[in-house]
Each structure stands twice: as C-alpha cells, then as structure tokens.
C-alpha cells in the first residue's frame, strides 16, 4: 500500500469518526431535551430508560444513551457510555434548554393569571353529564389502535364549538391541566406574537433588511420581508430533513446554541418570495427579529400578549442557550390552552370583546401562499392537512373551505373552522406520523356536531 492510500485511508476514518460523534451529540441531546421537557414542563413521572418518546420505533436507537436525572437542579444529563454528554435544565417560566453553551440570563416572564387553571371555557364548560354520545363514540375511537405497527399513542382530545367546551378525554396519566409539547404547532404562536409587534408598530409586513447579519452591501437577503418569511418563500436554504441528524432544522434545534443566527447564517438559494419551502428556521429568524425589536421586554412577551389574557396559565415558549425562543418547535400548553389559542382565531382575534390580534390578522393567516401547492399554506397556518395526516382523502374533501390547521411532530393538531365556531386539539405520540388520520378525526368530530 501506497503512503497516499494510507493517507487517504486514515483521512475516511477520521471523517466517519467525525460523523458517528456529531450524530451521538444529536442523539444525546434529542434524548435530554425531550426528557426534561416530559419531566419538569409536563410533570410527568417518566422512565427515562423506557419512556416511549425516547424509546419507541425510530427511537430504539436512544436506548444505549444513558439519562441521569437530578431532581433539585431539574436537569436531565444523557451520555453514550460517557461520551457525547449533553445536558438541558429547566426553568421555571422558561421550560427546559439544552446546555449548548452557558445559558443567556432572561428578563422577568411574567405570571400566570391568578387562579388561571381553573378559568372556565370562555362561554362556559360541557354540559353536566356525559358528552353527547355521537362525539363520545368519536372519542373512543380516536384512543384505539388499529395497527400494531403504527402505534397512535392519542393522549388528549377536545372539542368545543361556538365557545362552549363540547368535550375532552385524557389518556391514563394526562389531564386537562398536563402542559404537552406541540413541536411545529408553535410556529402557529409565534405568528400570533409577531401580528400583536404589526399591529403595535414595531414591525411591518413589507419590510426588508430585518437583520444586521443581512446588511452588508450586495447582500440579497436583505431583500426578504416579513411577509417572505411568514409565508415560507424567503428563499434561504434550508434542508427540514428530521430523518438526517445532520440537517439543518436537526442542527439547528439540537446542536446549536443559537437557533435563529444559525437558520439566518444560510444563504439564499432561490429569490425571495418566489418559492414556497416549509422551513423551521424560518420560524426562529422571526423570533430573533422579535426580539430584536422587543428588547429587554422580550422575554415576557408572549405571556403579557396573548398567554395571560388568554388564560394560557400552562403555556410556556422554551428558549434556547442564547435567550431566544424557539418559536418552530419548543413550546408546551395544555390541551385546553392549546384550544384557547385556537379560540382566538375562531374569533377572528379577538378575545371577550377587545382585539388581542391586528384588525384583518386572522384572515391574513388564512390567506393562501400563492407559491404553496396546492394554496395548502397561509402565514404559518396550514390550509389543507398533508397526506401524511390523511389530507388526499375523501375525509379531507368533506372540510369546510375555511379550516385552518397548526400541526406539529408526532401528530399534533390544532384544528380551526371559524365559519362553524369549532376548534378541535389532538395531541398525541405518533411517531409514524401517518398513524394518525386527522382528516377523519375531524370529519368525524363536525359530522357528530351536526355542524
């Protein structure tokens, strides 16, 4: 053998070598994020060695990783047989952050409404006694599982139409008051925060230059708006590849401590506005503009603009290292409080009689992105579900025009049909996302109302 083959030889290993630690760091990291999410935001008593959110399916391949879990410091510390450690703490009013590098101090979040966990549904609770045997029947359903090789894993549903709470059901260890991850259905969130920075002023949806890092002379990303990226057409490369812990949406959300300057470091691949792409970072570039914009007033944003006078008391944004929230991803509310959100839009914004959101936001959100196929897109809403959540099906065709969805990992949905007063939360664990059918689960739920 040749010097240069064995050059070449050693430079292979190196590089696999390379590869196989930086996918372990994604592994741990995934691990203690979602761990610490589970315990100390949801307050759930989880085996860390067998829960299946780290253990299931595609999951196997977290077993070898080693979680140990501290109590008083609420940290979750996850190594592959001591290497590759990662760790993320939670905090209060903060959820948890992974431990990238020293964490950035945080402003006051503010507090929950007083008493907010037991604020009635807006026009009031389901009626005494069971719920109407139609919907009952749809529930039951929604926790069974059909096939052994798809698991459901439905842990919380809820109805409730014209503001009146219609009906819920729990899976064995949830309740109406378990904070549970809606991973992407956050993005729906943070597009309601950036409405309130349009409506105050702060922000327009024509500007362009939105960030020093873009500035630079014959730079072309100074040429995105607002509206590019609220309707994912900025043109920024972007890979949203979950399967390749390489990608840029896993890096960003599991190897970096600043999530929007990472998605905002890519270049641009196409021209602004011209094609749509559903992209994470995306969503995080938003949540630095706002922040940028917001100041020491940021961090408790969201809860004093929408969360308090929602009565949201569960909802909490989860920041990365840097202090940013990650506005795609991290954000957990309980089924009701994702409901209460989702009432605001039925409620074209607005919210016992004042506007939390701009005049005309809502019908902004539900404006198709032209460039999207389909129209399937609006400003961080989904218009048509995916096909992989049962979205070409006859189900699927049977929606009202106006349904709007915000989805997220693992099957969560949020369900928005303001022409019928209805908003519909599945949250659950499916981890084959087509597990879950959420066409049929929501033409079910209106054919049960007889709406």
Not at 6 to 30: D, E, M, S, T
Not at 44 to 49: F, H, I, S, T, Y
């Amino acid at each position: 053998m040749t010097a240069a083959f064995l050059a070449a030889a050693a430079l292979a290993v190196v590089a696999a070598c390379r590869r196989l630690w930086l996918i372990a760091n994604v592994g741990a990291a995934y691990k203690a994020k979602v761990l610490c999410s589970a315990l100390f935001g949801s307050g759930r008593a989880v085996d860390p060695a067998a829960a299946d959110e780290v253990s299931a399916e595609a999951y196997r391949i977290l077993r070898p990783f080693r979680a140990v879990i501290d109590q008083n410091r609420q940290t979750v510390t996850v190594s592959l047989r001591g290497c590759c450690q990662r760790r993320a703490i939670h905090r209060s009013g903060l959820g948890a952050t992974l431990e990238i590098v020293p964490i950035a101090p945080m402003g006051p979040t503010g507090l929950p409404i007083p008493g907010a966990f037991t604020v009635p549904w807006p026009e009031g609770e389901a009626p005494a006694g069971p719920e109407p045997a139609a919907l009952s029947r749809v529930f039951d359903e929604a926790f069974l599982e059909p096939d052994a090789r798809k698991p459901r894993r439905t842990r919380a549903v809820f109805v409730a139409a014209n503001g009146r709470l219609l009906g819920e059901r729990y899976a064995p260890g949830f309740s109406a008051s378990t904070p549970l991850p809606g991973w992407s259905m956050a993005k729906a969130v943070l597009s309601a925060l950036i409405g309130v920075l349009v409506g105050d002023g702060r922000l327009s949806l024509a500007r362009s230059r939105l960030l020093a890092e873009w500035s630079a002379p014959g730079d072309p990303r100074a040429r995105i708006s607002l509206e590019d990226l609220l309707r994912m057409r900025s043109g920024l490369r972007f890979a949203e590849i979950y399967s390749n812990p390489l990608s840029d949406v896993v890096q960003m959300l599991f190897a970096r401590p600043d999530a929007a300057r990472y998605a905002a470091s890519r270049p641009l691949d196409r021209a602004p506005g011209e094609e749509w792409r559903y992209a994470s970072g995306t969503t995080n570039i938003l949540s630095l503009i706002a922040r940028r914009a917001l100041g020491d007033d940021y961090a408790g944003f969201p809860r004093r603009a929408l969360f308090n006078p929602l009565g949201m008391a569960s909802a909490v944004l989860e920041p990365d290292a840097s202090g940013t929230f990650v506005g795609s991803s991290f954000m957990l509310a309980s089924a009701r409080d994702w409901a209460r959100f989702g009432q605001l839009y039925a409620r074209h914004g607005i919210w016992q009689g004042k506007p939390l959101l701009p005049l005309g936001w809502t019908a902004f959100s539900a404006k198709p992105t032209p460039q999207s196929p389909g129209e399937c897109y609006g400003a961080h809403w989904w218009l048509k579900l995916p096909k992989e959540l049962g979205g070409e099906s006859a189900a699927a065709s049977r929606l009202p025009a106006d349904a709007m969805h915000a989805l997220g990992h693992e099957g969560q949905c949020l369900s928005v049909i303001p022409s019928r007063g209805i908003v519909v939360v599945r949250l659950g664990l499916s981890i084959r996302i087509d597990a879950w059918d959420h066409a049929a689960f929501l033409a079910s739920v209106i054919n049960a109302l007889g709406a």
